[in-house]
């Protein structure tokens, strides 16, 4: 009897000290899709693509599938077998490739059955969007200072310099395509364009190994330098976080609360967010790569737990450990101490530049006080050489060329 109750003890510890998981989010890149544009010399046209350019493929729609599948293996324990649109928010970017993506992807996690009347097979499930030009959430809007900050990048020393070691290849690879002026600044698409066509076995014979392996380069250096200013991974990155953020709070203070939000975008605004959180990822992600930001409890304790999966149909996510926490499970107090003060504010003031009312008056009183001790700083300095002058009756030299030029 006794020792019943010792083990029914030990396994009641055990439970309460298990880490449990609250909310599940996750920001994940659309499949496969056929490319963004082409190049001159390029046979494969666009009529020669299933639905034309940047379109979801066939196999894209498999890979979401199969990531969905995933996602019913990770959050099964907190979502019901049949969609609920009170467990579960979907947010996408507004484009064929990302929505059609959400939509696989959510086959795959909600595995489709016969409803109650037995005249569907297809379950529907809700998803929200938002156009391009007002997607701040997503990374998708016009924003002239992350343009203005990225071209500042380009005209880096080291961003020259890696044009100038690439030039060799530029030159070959505009006799292969028939396009002109192909520098770092300007590839033209032709990386994706190649690669993709690799994926579908339609690359031309020029795109070898090494040729692909080079385009492949090209595009992470310029992933690279896209997100290595702070300013561009708040702007960029730092809404998905906040979202993810707010929803975990409202979880703590027993609001309402989703178990699982989910973002289908781009490889651009994965990698804002990984750089938001300072994880260092200098590469394209791959199509249906995930970051998942799941919260967790233990012992009256919330964590934050971060995993990449960076492998296209890999079922084995790699943990990062965040800048300033003490370990990969990031106590959710600390995780708020470092990065809610990055958090950006309204995307009209973020991008356009324009100050809001509180700071507008901060930096009219930071005028006013300035002038003023500019103004008594000037009558002290005229006082004091103005009682200089009347107590010397010494020459005042005159400033001959040489003497002005080592003056300046």
């Known amino acids: 009897m006794y020792i019943?109750?010792?083990f029914f003890v030990l396994c009641t510890c055990a439970n309460a000290s298990r880490m449990k998981l609250i909310a599940g989010h996750v920001i994940f890149r659309h499949g496969d899709r056929t490319p963004l544009a082409s190049y001159p010399s390029n046979l494969i046209k666009e009529e020669n693509w299933p639905n034309g350019y940047g379109q979801l493929t066939s196999i894209g729609i498999e890979q979401q599938y199969r990531l969905g599948q995933y996602l019913r293996t990770r959050y099964g324990s907190i979502l019901s077998s049949t969609f609920d649109p009170r467990e579960i928010f979907v947010r996408s970017t507004d484009f064929d490739r990302t929505l059609m993506s959400a939509e696989s992807n959510l086959h795959g996690l909600y595995h489709q059955r016969n409803i109650s009347n037995n005249r569907m097979s297809v379950q529907p499930i809700s998803m929200h969007t938002e156009r391009a030009a007002n997607d701040f959430l997503l990374g998708q809007n016009d924003c002239p200072i992350v343009?203005?900050?990225t071209n500042e990048a380009y005209q880096s020393e080291t961003f020259k310099q890696l044009n100038e070691f690439y030039q060799p290849f530029f030159e070959k690879l505009q006799m292969w395509t028939n396009a002109s002026n192909i520098t770092l600044y300007n590839t033209q698409h032709?990386?994706?364009s190649v690669l993709v066509a690799h994926i579908h076995n339609k690359a031309p014979a020029w795109a070898t190994e090494d040729v692909r392996k080079t385009l492949a380069e090209i595009n992470n250096i310029i992933f690279y330098f896209s997100f290595v200013n702070d300013t561009v991974k708040r702007i960029r990155g730092g809404p998905v976080i906040q979202d993810i953020w707010s929803n975990m709070n409202r979880s703590v203070h027993h609001d309402t609360f989703y178990k699982l939000r989910m973002y289908s975008a781009h490889d651009t605004t994965v990698s804002a967010a990984l750089a938001f959180l300072h994880i260092h990822y200098p590469?394209?992600?791959q199509y249906a790569s995930a970051l998942f930001i799941d919260l967790y409890k233990q012992n009256q304790t919330y964590y934050v737990k971060v995993e990449y999966l960076n492998v296209t149909d890999s079922n084995k996510p790699q943990p990062y450990l965040l800048e300033?926490?003490?370990?990969?499970?990031?106590?959710?107090d600390i995780f708020t101490t470092i990065y809610q003060p990055r958090f950006p504010g309204k995307a009209e003031v973020e991008c356009e530049n324009k100050p809001s009312s509180s700071s507008r008056s901060a930096k009219a009183m930071v005028v006013f006080l300035s002038s003023i001790v500019v103004g008594l700083?000037?009558?002290?300095l005229v006082t004091t050489m103005f009682r200089k002058r009347q107590a010397s009756v010494q020459y005042i030299p005159v400033l001959t060329r040489d003497s002005a030029d080592k003056a300046i």
Not at 324 to 332: A, D, M, R, T
């Open 4 to 6: 019943y109750l010792i």
């Open 147 to 149: 343009n203005r900050i």
């Open 190 to 192: 032709i990386p994706d």
């Open 283 to 285: 590469f394209q992600p």
């Open 324 to 332: 300033g926490c003490p370990k990969v499970e990031c106590p959710l």
């Open 377 to 380: 700083f000037l009558i002290t």
